[in-house]
Structure formats: structure tokens, C-alpha cells
């Protein structure tokens, strides 16, 4: 429910930012190929400032990454192509699964059989890739190329390095969002029955997830424009990782006190806290709703990786908490309904917070964000080490496509990351792109 500022500034009508904004176009559907390879052409100029053209012909540079989505490898391949026909080097693709890709980098970690020279990676991987020295030191132009200083604050160091050393261009900016229908909560009908059934205080978004979820209870069986009324959509189904940073949304509001950052373990003795009430609260919320049988349809055995988008985005589903990938195809991906309808916040605070140090419950209203993953990088590994050639290919090609003109781009549309740069939040921007004000005001607000 707060607008947070941006800062403002005049748009020329050839401003580059504004251009790029405008491919495609609000409204005009999903990117095509040929919007991304003009995106990455738009976006050159700093290549070009760094690399001579043809630099690298005859190099060429194995890259692995995702191909969820039909984003991340297939959306670098448009965005770099321009790339690789200025500079003359060749990028080999390795396409991984989701699901594949944990198990493909720690097969080649241990048995030290890396074949790639640049990989897509998420902060988590940095411990096993860069703590075996398998990762090659950022150079100083790249920094200056890619303009680290634009990141936001939770992704600057030590996001990115290890022992000192940066090794990483950020590409993403993961982190959990609050997700919502603005028509469910502001029905005159639901309000009325809600008053009726006993409902504590006014209809409306709740603002915590003892809220979130009475409201959820509340929904079942209930009707918005005819179709059925769902509450707050918890992803059920095993999913490695991902799934548990669903659970810390819940688990943030009551586990991490204000006085003591620290709620996953304890930094001095590395005992774990995920044993404690706070913890068995937020699993005792799911499995309240799961007794109730709120959720839609067989929810507990629903993919996991879709409930965004095959649930929230097509109608299914009052709230939900995501990655950015909501805003950013609510009204640009030809999938979603609800892009009239949606509003954004952060997530859901609680009516109660656990002290881990004294061991009790504190009745007081805690609010906490969850920075699930800490975002998508494109790093270069020490396979390139020895041939400088070779070296600076891969970490140009890395500064392309961590750009920060091209990364408003993908920041802006289905692309699988979300904003990451102080730079992103420039709202007359968007506005001048198409964007409705309020919209991108709601959506940008809820990610700052």
C-alpha cells in the first residue's frame, strides 16, 4: 500500500531507454526472436567501446544455462547474437532443465570435467563453483562496463564474490513478492458475506498471513465473475530448493525478529532454527488449509513451477508470492487474464513474531522480505584461464548480456528475471513506453 518514489527525469524522443522499453510494445503480444536480437543490437554501444569488431573471430565459447520457460538460454541466444557478429566469436549452447541443472554442475565439479566457459548461476552455486577455484576473477573494465554501482543493495558485494573477488555479472534480482487480485478484494458481494460470516474487520488485502490465510477459509466455494474464488495458492509439490522459499515466505513474518537477522541457523555455531515454532507455524498454515481443503483442485499434486502461470495468470487463485515474473507478463504475455485486475505489495507480515534467543512468542506485528535466491549471474570459469583471447570473449559476452540498458529490457518483459538495478525504477520511463503509471507505481513499488 505504499508508493515508493523514483527518481524522475526528461525523456528525449530518442531516448535509447525509452526505444528499448517499446520492444514490442505494451500490449502487443509476446517478444519474438527478433525483438530480442534487436534488443541485443540496441545495446551494443559498450561492447564496442571495450572490443574491436572481429576481435574474437575464430574463439569459441561454450555457455551453459536454462531453457525453462522458452527464457534464459533461448533469450540470450537473441539478445547475443548481434554480439557474436560484432566480435567474430561463436557461442556453443548447453540447455539444462531445471531439474537437470543441479546435478550437471555437481557431476562436472567433482569429477572436474567443467566444458563450459560461461554458465548462467543462481548466488547459491557460488561456494561450489568459485570454492574450488573454478571461477575466473571479474576483470576491473567489465565493473566499469557494466556499472556495478547501479545494482540494488542486496546485490552488491559480498553477493558475487568470494574471498574478496568478485566473479559475478548479475542478471536477475530474485526476490518474493506479494501478488493479488484487486476485483476479489474489492467486491461489494464478497464484503457483505465477509461481514456476515463473522470476518474480522473490512474486506480487503490482507495484510498478514493469519489474514491471508482466515480469507483463504473464507473464499471456498465462493464466486468472482462466475468463476470460482480461490484463495492464497501454496505450491504444495515437492520442488527441490525452489519449494522451501515458499515456505520462507510464510516462515520470514514469524521467524525473523527484528533484533537478530539471523533465522535459517545460528552464525556462531551453525545450529539450525528451521526446527522451531516459528517454522512449525508456517508449515501448520499449509497444513491448515490442506485440512480445510481451500486450495483449487488438486493443488498438492500441481506443478510446482506453473502455479503462476498456468493458476495466478489464468485466472485461477486470489494471491500468490513469486518471483517478479508476475508483473512483468500480467499485461506484456498473451497467457494472462488478470492484468487489469492485479496489484502488487510486499509479502504478508504477522500478528506475532518467535524470539529465538528467549525462546518465546512476542505479540507484536513483524513484517519481513524473503530475497529468495538472490537472483541469476552469468559468471566465466577458469577453463578460459591461459588464453587471454578467450578470456576476455567470455567476460564480454557476460557484460552484454549483464548490461544495464539491455537489462531493463528483460527486466520489463517475460524473460524470467526481474529487476535488479536502481536504474529499473526510473517510472517515466516505462510510463513513456506504454506502461500505465499506476501499474508500473504498484509493481516497481512492491519490488523496491
Known amino acids: ?27 502487443k503480444g509476446q517478444p519474438t526472436d527478433a525483438d530480442w536480437q534487436k534488443v541485443g543490437e540496441m545495446c551494443l554501444g559498450p561492447t564496442k567501446a571495450n572490443v574491436q569488431e572481429g576481435e574474437f573471430k575464430g574463439v569459441e565459447l561454450s555457455f551453459m544455462g536454462l531453457n525453462n520457460q522458452n527464457v534464459h538460454n533461448v533469450l540470450f541466444r537473441g539478445l547475443s547474437k548481434a554480439w557474436a557478429d560484432y566480435t567474430g566469436a561463436t557461442i556453443n549452447w548447453i540447455d539444462l532443465a531445471q531439474a537437470d541443472y543441479n546435478a550437471r554442475l555437481q557431476q562436472s565439479i567433482a569429477t572436474g570435467t567443467v566444458d563450459f566457459d560461461v554458465i548462467e548461476m543462481g ?81 480487503g488485502v490482507p495484510k498478514t498471513w493469519q489474514q491471508v490465510n482466515a480469507a483463504t477459509k473464507f473464499l471456498k466455494g465462493k464466486k468472482i465473475n462466475g468463476q470460482d474464488a480461490y484463495g492464497y495458492l501454496d505450491p504444495c509439490k515437492g520442488w527441490g530448493g525452489f519449494g522451501f522459499y515458499f515456505l520462507e515466505n510464510r516462515a520470514a513474518a514469524y521467524a525473523k525478529h527484528p533484533s537478530d537477522p539471523a533465522w535459517l541457523f545460528d552464525p556462531e555455531t551453525m545450529k539450525p532454527r528451521v ?22 483442485a488438486d493443488q498438492i499434486n500441481a506443478d510446482p513451477g506453473t502455479t503462476a502461470f498456468s493458476q495466478f495468470l489464468a485466472g485461477t487463485g486470489s494471491m500468490l508470492t513469486w518471483w517478479g515474473d508476475v508483473g512483468s507478463m500480467a499485461r506484456t504475455s498473451d497467457s494472462s487474464v488478470v492484468g487489469e485486475v492485479v496489484g502488487f505489495g510486499i509479502n504478508p507480515g504477522s500478528d506475532k513474531v518467535y524470539n529465538s534467543q528467549t525462546g518465546a512468542w512476542e505479540e507484536t506485528y513483524n513484517e519481513a522480505p524473503n530475497m529468495a535466491y538472490l537472483g541469476w549471474g552469468v559468471y566465466v570459469t577458469s577453463r578460459v584461464s591461459g588464453d587471454e583471447k578467450k578470456r576476455k570473449a567470455a567476460w564480454s559476452a557476460a557484460a552484454h548480456l549483464g548490461g544495464k540498458d539491455l537489462s531493463l529490457w528483460t527486466a520489463a518483459y517475460p524473460s524470467g528475471f526481474q529487476p535488479y538495478r536502481n536504474s529499473h525504477f526510473q517510472y517515466d520511463e516505462w510510463e513513456a513506453a506504454g506502461y500505465d503509471r499506476a501499474f508500473v507505481e504498484d509493481y516497481l513499488g512492491s519490488n523496491a
Not at 513478492?177 to 457483505?192: Q, Y
Not at 488449509?289 to 483449487?296: C, D, E, G, K
Request: aromatic share 10%.
Open 1 to 27: 500500500g505504499t508508493t515508493v518514489m523514483a527518481p524522475t527525469r526528461a525523456l528525449a524522443a530518442d531516448d535509447l531507454r525509452a526505444q528499448i522499453l517499446a520492444i514490442p510494445g505494451v500490449g
Open 123 to 203: 548466488a547459491p552455486f557460488e561456494g561450489d563453483v568459485c570454492g574450488k577455484g573454478l571461477a575466473s576473477e571479474m576483470p576491473d573494465w567489465v565493473k566499469k562496463q557494466i556499472d556495478m554501482d547501479d545494482y540494488v543493495g542486496y546485490l552488491k558485494a559480498p553477493v558475487g564474490t568470494w574471498d574478496g573477488k568478485t566473479y559475478r555479472v548479475s542478471c536477475d534480482g530474485d526476490c518474493h513478492n506479494f501478488n493479488f487480485r484487486t476485483d476479489v478484494f474489492s467486491d461489494a458481494a464478497l464484503a457483505e458475506e465477509w461481514k456476515k460470516s463473522g470476518g474480522e474487520g473490512e474486506w
Open 275 to 296: 526446527n522451531n515454532p516459528a517454522w512449525v507455524q508456517a508449515i501448520q498454515d499449509v497444513m491448515d488449509l490442506i485440512a480445510a481443503n481451500a486450495y483449487p
